[in-house]
Structures are given as C-alpha cells and as structure tokens.
C-alpha cells in the first residue's frame, strides 16, 4: 500500500512540473487521432488546422504584395519626382508653343503658333500676340471663379504684329503664368460679349534663345515690339528698323507724337534724328526678350516731363 501511494505521489510531481515548462515542452497531440477524437471530431479539428495555415499563410502573402507595392510606388514617386525635375527649364528667355481648344482662340498667324517663355526663379510665363482685340481678359483657372470678386484677371497688352506681306495690326497679348510644360491647363477668357469661357490650353517645345544680338548676322532687320508705360496717348510703333554692325543692335524707334525732345536708354542720352513730324530716334537694343527700361522726356505738357517706359524686342519676329 506505502508503494503505490509513493508511485502515486511521483507522478502527480512530475505531471506539476510538466505544466510550468516550456510552451515546446509540453507533450500536445498533433492530430485529431493522436488527441482520442472521434471520426466527425477528428475531419472537424484537421480542417480547422488547414483553414488556420491556410490564413497565416495568406495573410503573409497580402504583407508581401503590400511591402511590394509600397516600394513599387516609392519607385514610380521618385521617378516622377526626377522627370519633374528634370521638366524645369534653366533661368531664360524660349520660343515655344502655344495651343488651345478652339479656333477661336489662338495665336495671331503672324506669330506662327509661337510665343515667347520667359523663365525667371523657376517660374514659367510666356507672352502671346493674338489674333484680335475681341478677347479682354484672361484667366490663369475656371470660368466659374473668374467671375468671382478679386479674381485676379491678366490684363491684355497693345501689340503690333507684322504679317509676311509686311500688312502690321494692332492686337492684344498677354503675358500668361505657365504652370508646366506639355500639360494642358485650365485658361478661361472674356471677350467683348461679357461672357466667361472655359479653355484648355498647353506650352510645348520650348527652344532656348541664344544671349546677346541672337547670333545677328550684320545688316538691316526689322523687329516686333512690345511698348508699355505712360498715359497711354503716346507709344512706339512696332515694328521697328535694327541695324545690326559688329554685333551691336541699334533700333530706329519712332513715336507716335512730335512732342519727345529727347530719351534715355541705359543712362544715355539719345535726341531726335528728324526735326519735322514725330520723334524719331536711334537707341541702342540692350536685350532682346527681355522689358528694356527706357525714358522719354514729352513737352507736350506745360512743363517737360520725364516718363518711364518699357520696350521689349521680340526675336522671333525678326526678319531681314
């Protein structure tokens, strides 16, 4: 009887010390058959293992395509990233494209679908001649909010544009915010009948102008010109005569009124060349592309007065 209560007490002890062990230590059943199931229990439990690997290994599966996608998609992000990058133009003044949805709405035919895109801090504007003066404002989004109070609309400016038969018109330009290249983007527009319109437009193909007199051959050219300051009841007619020796440009400007007795142009004085009808002068072209700052002192006034003005050459509508 004391041996089989001693026999009974070693195996209590030793069935205590095997529930405290290890988690792999522990004697578990690996079937249903092993754990003394019946038939039904058995098929039961073995599925319910199955369906368990089964939904371990599935859920690593989606982690995996997930973790794959993540990098798929940092990938393309930072593809896109370089191509934006790359997209940027360098600091400088382009010819380049300019399309729209409607033949309605274009450049004027003098231009040959181009106008010029000036970058400057990174930031893309290209300023366009257009086939009339029926289009009084654009602007840089929809019609909707164009017709909201303090939408900020571009104002057009007088341009003068010469056709190949040398026939010059008067339209209007102006000088639009490019926010990328070869993408369209939304432009509206209001045109004499008061009515905001929707547009689509894009800026392609810009090619770089090349600095000073744009590699000028000497001789005789005419040039395009875009003329702003002042009142408004005097201007330079475009376009002007460039007579280009040794590499330097010097335009005959001519105005609009007789009553200029000299201008300044880079801190030089320049007089009239006539003494009869409107003030002509020659000036030197400091740039072309680009707003040159000049001066012009009218007597038209009680008293003589100085006026700033801007005028910018435009090369792409240089012709000899």
Known sequence: MKKKMAIAVMLLSAAMLGGCSAKS??????TAADAGLSSPERTAAEESTVIG???????????????????????ETSEISEVSQEAVLPDGTYTAEFQTDSSMFHVSEACDGKGTLTVADGKMTIHVSLGSKKILNLYLGLAEDAAKDGAKLLQPTVDTVTYSDGMTEEVYGF????????????????????KWYDHKVSVSNPVALESGMQNLADGTYTVALTFEGGSGKAQIL???????????AVATVQWSSPNYDYMLVGGDKYLPVNTEGDSVFEIPVLAFDEPMEVIGDTVAM??????????????DTIKE
């Open 175 to 194: 000088d639009i915010p490019v926010p990328a290249l070869e993408t369209e983007f939304d432009l509206a527009l209001i045109g004499t009948k008061e």
């Open 302 to 315: 009680s008293k003589p007065h100085e006026v700033e003005y801007t005028i910018t050459f435009h090369s």
């Open 25 to 30: 230590t522990v004697s578990e059943p690996e």
């Open 238 to 248: 475009s376009p002007a005569t460039v007579v280009v020796t040794d590499g330097k």
């Open 53 to 75: 690997e089964s939904a371990v290994i599935g859920e690593s599966a989606v982690i995996e395509e997930d973790t794959a996608a993540e990098t798929a998609g940092d990938a």
